[in-house]
């Protein structure tokens, strides 16, 4: 991003860095009338990120000399909104809360020190607190609380004449025109209209021809990991969000869905790396602690029942000391597969409604690729594995390939069960209405080391020492 | 959302499945003329998923109902597009080709048979090949490759009015107008219109005046991850793509953002989990397997190397039997705690150009992290693991925490120096240009295996072997 980053090459391109420009005029002693023309050219994202680099003086300069609206416009940006908002002039603030976009107000004021938040609310007025409850309203999974209220409405007896005449009054105010939503007579949704055809229409054309009655709609209170991949689907450039009524109370734009996309694939990779939650720099360490922990404190309860399983055969392994050293091998092999068939199918269930018959075809193709690696790798184990104890253990190439032999089909068949249950577990838990990603770690970690370690110690202690009497 | 799914609650909702009411449009032996008139009400994504489940005869009858321009919108959401374009007149479908965005129209020719690719190339008009040919240009990682060439320019000698004008043709063909790019005489980009700032300008305003100089852009050639935060934290409906010119070449528009967002999460989620990229349900096996192989290739390799270091310590296990049963214990552990420090570092890689000073703090908050969880972990296994071994393996109390203290400490231990390489190995190879999410997993797991195992077992050897003198 050339905005931001130096250019590297050599040739025609720019090389700017807006950030830079903008310090240096607000360091520069030129008069605040200069100041604030110039500075209002520059995006309100490159604002925020200097002021998040600014001293406090710099900041009240840029406070006290951007106009009020352009000012809302970069505490949008700012990811310390509520702390700087702080800075600000009392009655000054709550007019700037009343021109953000009220599901960032809403966002500013959770994060808000609550004397604060209770002064500035008491000094808002009472239109603006109504949008703002029903943001409150509510729950995080709801696509409602990542909707925008940007958006402009016709109804639909207008002419054509009439809609842009209406357009252009509500452009002032709001600036996400490209679609139009049309109510009926009682402000109920009626369609889309995209505002080029608007444009294009004739004066004489009929407003009801360009309205399109099939366009798609969202509920406020649908869950969001119910409806966001229809919303993706749709690639739109905005999509009204109605009231149980019908109403139209805001819109999910394509960049409210950037950033809900971001979060909710975020959490998912959190939780596959046994996060409770995504994780950034600035947080402080006992935050991050209590979000590793409870996984770790889990796996230490379930990796006993492992140590107690592999406890079992300790005779086994105080014959034939030897079968140890693999015994990390193949844990390690049947974990990793598990986690890729896990990853495949979160991201699989994420991806589609499955039918029982789908569920089924991605369970048997995720055993196949199980038997698949197995196979080339169980293989390749019992050829390699057992030169290396041949070769470097110097024992006797019968027994090297007996416990080569063994190590193998332990792999095969790890690999092969670790595959389904890493398949299985998910589409189950999602199936009883359980986060497959938060739960499914640890429990297929521990399944999956159970299978192994008996698999592994099992066929040892049955065709080694039980058949083939070889100890060490 | 309800245009796809029912509405589960019994209210004033209204209970539409826009794809059921398709299919039956399709299959009703209404008049052409009447399903066209109807179908063209529908939403192209809706359309094009009903494609997917028609027979080929209800096919044909969509292809030969809708315009050309329809059909051309449904095949830029159709995921097999390039095989069911071969359904259609070799004529028609290179028309289709010069209607889809050029983006789009490169990754249907890509997936397409050699021998159609080459008829319908001959077959489409040279402006067009031209556009495809600089799409083709780009590699997958260059942000060129994912523009759109949907966008309106002005030039910025134009009146208001002008402009308006040029815009209001420009829009029969161009559905992105929201952002309108201004060139100089010589065709160099020179900023950006709103839309909303064109249409409430006066008549007798300057066009000047209202262009943003400042406005953010992006170079074709940049790479895709280079420059996707900061796309992101502009929030923008689109932002202009420029050639080493600084001609306008396309845009990216929110929406490609989504894809771009979806796609770039979607491969780090893969390669954590060990694979080479993303699958899905209707890939082949072969492919599956072949995405899967390679790491479990090298973590068999680099099992074996710690299988190696596990028989250096035959001698410790055959004197005290007990100790392997905790040998899985820490090796989960130590993978655990490196999988959840390697996925934040990945992540705050990612986001943020880090400064030396900022990867310092990230690799000293991972270890405080990890030392604050090993004791933890570390006390309660030393606890309860000692009470364990005393209990269900009747071993005298001195001998059981003897061996719970071992296993205490090997976890503190094991967890910190876990942290560490998970926090550094990925912050090297970013350095050297190595994508760390897929290279620093086999890696990490290799390591934290080796440091679990000698410092476990070395422990039990010195401790309580060479110390205590306790065998088993």
């Known amino acids: 991003m050339t905005s931001v980053n130096e250019v590297l090459k050599d040739n025609d391109k720019v090389k700017i860095n807006y950030q830079d420009e903008i310090i240096a005029l607000v360091r520069s002693k030129s008069s605040p009338k200069v100041v604030k023309d110039k500075l209002s050219e520059y995006h309100a994202s490159d604002i925020a990120d200097v ?3 600014c001293t406090l003086k710099e900041r009240e300069l840029i406070y006290r000399i951007l106009d009020m609206q352009s000012l809302a416009d970069v505490f949008e940006y700012l990811e310390n909104a509520s702390e700087l908002l702080e800075e600000i002039d009392i009655q000054k603030a709550a007019r700037i809360l009343e021109l953000v976009d009220a599901d960032d107000a809403v966002d500013i004021l959770k994060d808000a020190d609550p004397k604060m938040r209770k ?9 603006h607190l109504k949008t703002i409850n029903v943001f409150y ?20 007896n207008l002419s054509i004449k009439e809609a842009m005449t209406s357009i252009i009054k509500q452009a002032k105010s709001h600036d996400n025109i490209s679609n139009i939503f049309v109510l009926d007579e009682n402000g109920v949704y009626y369609g889309t209209i995209s505002l ?3 444009i294009i229409a004739r004066e004489n054309d009929e407003l009801l021809d360009i309205i399109s009655t099939s366009y798609p709609y969202v509920y406020s209170d649908e869950k969001i990991d119910d409806c966001i991949e229809n919303l993706k689907d749709y690639s739109e450039k905005s999509i ?11 819109v999910i734009t394509a960049q409210d869905l950037i950033e809900v996309v971001d979060d909710e694939m975020g959490e998912d990779y959190a939780k596959l790396a046994g996060l409770t939650a995504e994780e950034d720099l600035k947080e402080p360490i006992f935050e991050s602690v209590r979000k590793r922990l ?26 034939l000391t030897m079968i140890i050293c693999f015994q990390s091998l193949i844990l390690d092999m049947s974990g990793n597969v598990g986690t890729q068939s896990l990853a495949v199918t979160i991201r699989v269930l994420m991806d589609a409604q499955l039918t029982g018959k789908k569920q089924l075809s991605l369970i048997l193709k995720e055993m196949k690729v199980g038997l ?50 890493g398949t299985i577990i998910p589409i189950v838990f999602k199936k009883i209405g359980v986060d497959p990603a938060v739960a499914s770690g640890p429990l297929i970690t521990t399944v999956n080391d159970l299978v192994a370690v008996v698999t592994y110690y099992g066929l040892t202690w049955i065709f080694i020492i039980d058949i083939m009497h070889i100890t060490c």
Not at 119 to 127: D, G, P
Not at 297 to 311: A, D, K, M, N, P
């Open 119 to 127: 002064a500035w609310l008491s000094l808002m007025n009472k239109e």
């Open 51 to 53: 002021i998040e680099v």
């Open 240 to 250: 009204p969000v109605l009231s149980d009524e019908n109403k139209v109370l805001g």
């Open 137 to 156: 309203s509510y729950e995080e999974d709801e696509i409602g609380s990542r909707m925008s209220t940007n958006f402009v409405t016709l109804y639909c």
């Open 372 to 421: 698949l690696n197995g196979l080339l790798l169980g293989s390749l184990s019992f050829v390699g594995i057992g030169l290396y104890i041949a070769l470097f253990k110097h024992s006797p190439a019968v027994t090297a390939f007996s416990i080569s032999a063994c190590i193998g089909t332990a792999l095969l068949l790890a690999m092969v069960i670790s595959s389904l249950v």
């Open 294 to 319: 409870p996984w770790l404190v889990l796996l230490l309860g379930l990796g006993l029942v492992v140590s107690s399983v592999v406890g079992l055969f300790e005779a086994v392994v105080s014959q």
């Open 196 to 198: 080029n055809e608007l």
